[in-house]
């Protein structure tokens, strides 16, 4: 395999993984094997049955990757499932994307539809699109953004978290939002910095905590700073 | 568990760090997921650490924060690191680390080196060991010194165990990856078995001094 060959598939195929510099598929494109290059960019349907590791990820069709796929700069604008784990270092997803293993990234931004299944870690983390994480969801901030479908998260710890509603601004987005109320749902929240907007938590433990409208919490434990607002339901708040 | 453990919200308090810092530092593995230990309470899920390894680890991370990055941290507290470590063959003698016999058997079996790597010290570490307790003789050596050189790279893992057994005057050695239960036959002695990770903590304790300045520097 030579590391300064582009491979570039057209139509229907099928290729066997190695190292190259860059690969683009436009048709229908098999991978079999792992991938490493500097570059992927998937426009039509792709599937890499192995891991894949490169500098940047493109992906504007639809794909599978069947291992770990770890780049610098992942753009997810179609569709992607991944079964194992996502590293990168800025991760921007605009489509639809399933992970089936951990995310882990400096920058991530979704405006789309993200779903993990273990952890999702990131320095930063701006969420505008439905999100599901099944394990930690981990940041220093996070700024969430909540529209359409509800977003679910097992659990929430970080520095800073912003969870604010957001009035759908595309077709699509109302779209959704009619099919679901948009609102956030988490078994447990620890922070620093807690607002939250529609959240439906058991416990939130924080140091400054403030409940905005349409929150129903069952526990609020607060160190230095609580507020309520007056159309959100806290059943038990308290000093630690 | 036996070791007392220590809650998240007492933690806090004790040490005056924040949420962030706990989380930032369990996203750079400065406190292994394995210390978080989750607990059903009265009040719901709690989670708990076992109290004197996360106080030290936040008082050694809250000193050293100021003058190194947290990546550098992370490299600090891995248990990784001890692949850092090299040590020449004076060194070694002078401070007692293994006995004379033992770095010559090493010697016998790989010669010409002049510095040697953490895994050749763990492998001597431990030859030296069971030599002097008289479990192994020295034909027996170099089948230690055969498995602990070539799966070195996997010994760090948490909990290997390094079995010695013999049946009918042949004697085998072999590395069990993680705690796993070994059934043998009615014939077979099992003469030792050794927790690699505890050597590892052991013979970093030894090894500290020299590379002065790490006090804090403990198992993970």
Redesign the interface.
């Known amino acids: 395999m030579d590391a300064e060959k582009n491979l570039s598939l057209s139509g229907n195929g099928s290729v066997a993984g190695g190292q190259y510099n860059k690969v683009q598929i436009n048709g229908s494109g098999k991978v079999h094997g792992d991938l490493m290059c500097r570059s992927i960019e998937i426009n039509g349907y792709g599937r890499i049955s192995g891991a894949a590791k490169a500098a940047q990820v493109t992906i504007n069709g639809s794909a599978v990757i069947d291992q770990q796929l770890s780049a610098e700069s992942v753009i997810i604008n179609g569709s992607c499932k991944v079964e194992g784990d996502v590293h990168g270092e800025r991760i921007q997803i605009d489509g639809r994307t399933k992970v089936l293993g951990a995310m882990r990234g400096d920058y991530v931004r979704s405006s789309g539809l993200l779903s993990v299944e273990k952890n999702l870690e990131s320095e930063e983390l701006a969420v505008t699109g439905p999100l599901k994480v099944g394990g930690l969801c981990s940041a220093d901030r996070i700024e969430m953004g909540l529209s359409g479908m509800t977003s679910r998260i097992k659990e929430i710890g970080c520095g800073t978290l912003t969870v604010r509603r957001q009035t759908a601004s595309t077709l699509f987005a109302s779209l959704l939002g009619a099919l679901g109320k948009r609102k956030l749902i988490v078994d447990s929240i620890e922070g620093d910095d807690i607002y939250l907007e529609d959240t439906e938590a058991k416990v939130v433990r924080g140091d400054r905590v403030k409940i905005g409208p349409g929150c129903m919490i069952g526990r609020v434990i607060y160190r230095s700073d609580y507020q309520k607002d007056d159309k959100a339901e806290v059943q038990t708040s308290l000093n630690m | 568990m036996d070791e007392p453990l220590i809650t998240?919200?007492e933690l806090l308090?004790r040490t005056g760090i924040?949420?962030?810092?706990?989380?930032?530092w369990?996203?750079k593995n400065l406190i292994p997921e394995s210390w978080f230990i989750r607990k059903a309470t009265y009040?719901?899920?709690e989670t708990f650490f076992p109290k004197e390894k996360i106080l030290k680890r936040v008082q050694a991370i809250s000193n050293m924060k100021n003058t190194l990055s947290l990546d550098e941290l992370a490299e600090h507290f891995s248990p990784q690191s001890v692949t850092k470590i090299s040590l020449s063959e004076k060194n070694l003698l002078d401070r007692n680390i293994v006995s004379i016999a033992a770095l010559n058997l090493f010697k016998e079996h790989v010669p010409n080196q002049k510095k040697y790597p953490f895994n050749d010290l763990l492998a001597m570490f431990l030859l030296d060991q069971m030599l002097s307790e008289g479990q192994m003789n020295r034909s027996e050596a170099s089948d230690l010194l055969d498995v602990l050189q070539e799966n070195s790279g996997k010994l760090y893992d948490k909990n290997n165990y390094l079995y010695f057994i013999r049946k009918m005057g042949v004697s085998v050695v072999l590395i069990a990856a993680g705690e796993v239960s070994l059934y043998f036959d009615q014939g077979v002695h099992v003469i030792k078995k050794q927790a690699i990770s505890s050597c590892i903590e052991r013979l970093k304790t030894l090894i500290e001094p020299i590379n002065s300045g790490d006090p804090d520097r403990e198992d993970t």
Not at chain 2, 18 to 24: E, W
């Open positions: 998240k919200k308090e924040s949420y962030g810092q706990l989380y930032r369990k996203r009040t719901g899920q």
